[in-house]
């Protein structure tokens, strides 16, 4: 019942941009919070950023003053700016985000397929 689409992924050099987003789509009540994960081959998926409703966001400490994470209420969309990246961010990354799907206020979390991004040295 509830989809979530990123895009943006691809192949860039070190020092270069991208951008990602994320588009939720079907019966949605309510989005609170949102965030994205990675996961490198062989490592744990990690927490990259997050933002919540209402609040400030994270970020976790090998992004902070590079990646930032931005959202459009409107079109249940989350963004990540990814600037300045490094080889060591070459990952799938993944979006999450906590959906109302009854109007109850009950969120269930739900996460998009991925989408690769390489940094080249």
């Known amino acids: 019942q509830v989809q979530l689409v990123e895009s943006g992924g691809g192949l860039v050099q070190a020092g270069g941009s991208l951008r990602l987003s994320c588009t939720a789509s079907g019966t949605i009540f309510r989005l609170n919070a949102m965030a994205w994960y990675r996961q490198a081959p062989g490592k744990q998926r990690e927490l990259v950023a997050v933002?919540?409703?209402?609040?400030?966001?994270i970020y976790a400490d090998s992004v902070k003053g590079r990646f930032t994470i931005s959202r459009d209420n409107a079109k249940n969309t989350v963004f990540l700016q990814m600037n300045s990246l490094k080889p060591e961010d070459t990952a799938v990354y993944y979006c999450?985000?906590?959906?109302?799907?009854?109007?109850?206020?009950?969120?269930?979390?739900?996460w998009g397929q991925g989408t690769q991004v390489t940094v080249s040295s």
């Open positions: 933002i919540p409703n209402t609040g400030t966001t």
């Open positions: 999450n985000a906590a959906v109302d799907t009854t109007g109850t206020r009950v969120f269930r979390n739900y």
